[in-house]
């Protein structure tokens, strides 16, 4: 039972944050979702308006009136609203910025206005830029590599000045490729693993970026629910007013990936197994390998990933072959 707690999720509509809508109702919290479905979808939260403890606000998080009303009443702010994708903001890097800074920024203000216990917030990986040292330990960065790199860095200093200057309880998290049920394969900025999934069901030949030994730290959307509720919850002070990784501490190749991926789908159509990968140019702002530490986590917030890549990728692949074929 969640004593009738609340949590704002922004983004609440998108992939991860209709994922933690869903979670943290089936917890019987009072659950308000803000998301005005520039990259979130409808049909996410569908299954929850009938839900007496789920809240639907339509709005932006670049209007300030629209944040001040969203944070009353709320216990906890779970800040999932951004716009993504590295190539998304080298196109447009003005609304990246409005977005993920100045709504960033409002929706500090208005929880710090409210008296909201605590505000966690979606950082990234991104923000590890031009650092080539692995495994990423979070105090550890390099040069960011493109506009969005700089928009979650910016997230990350404000929160920290928040939490100085105001006494707020800030926790921020960065997502290691994040991947999972309800994440988006359409679109020009589709994650990699729903996208190339979308292209084997329908027999298409996927491209890799390169030659497919560029790795990632995949990381199944079971562990990033698993991580914001650590850090929502804990009551360890010392854990409080930093960053952590969230991750699952393992990288895979593209090549890999693409590997596991034909297999998994070939349980469901064998044909999928004969289906030709392409490789293309490698694309600007991205960075060669990524892995987490997951140390920090593990020793403050007491974070024991349930998922391997593996293990998260065959429940994903069953989930868009369920949801998606």
Known sequence: MADNKSILITGGAGFIGSNLCEYFLKKEYSVVCLDNFATGHKKNILPFLENKNFKLIEGDIRDRETCKNA??????????????????????????????????????????????????????????GDSDSLPKIEDKIGKPLSPYAITKYVNELYAEIFSTTYGMETIGLRYFNVFGRKQDPKGAYAAVIPKFVMQLMQHESPIINGDGNYSRDFTYIDNVIQMNELAMLTENTKALNTIYNTAFGDRTTLNDLMKYLKLFLSDYDQKISEVNVLYGPNRVGDIPHSLASIEKAKEFLSYSPKYSFQEGLKEAVKWYWENLK
């Open 71 to 128: 944070v009353q009443n709320i216990d906890y702010v779970l800040h999932q609203a951004a716009l993504g994708s590295v190539p998304r903001s080298i196109q447009d890097p003005l609304t990246t910025n409005e977005v993920n800074i100045n709504g960033f920024l409002n929706m500090l203000v208005a929880s710090r206005d409210s008296g909201v216990k605590r505000f966690v917030y979606a950082a990234s990986s991104s923000t590890y």
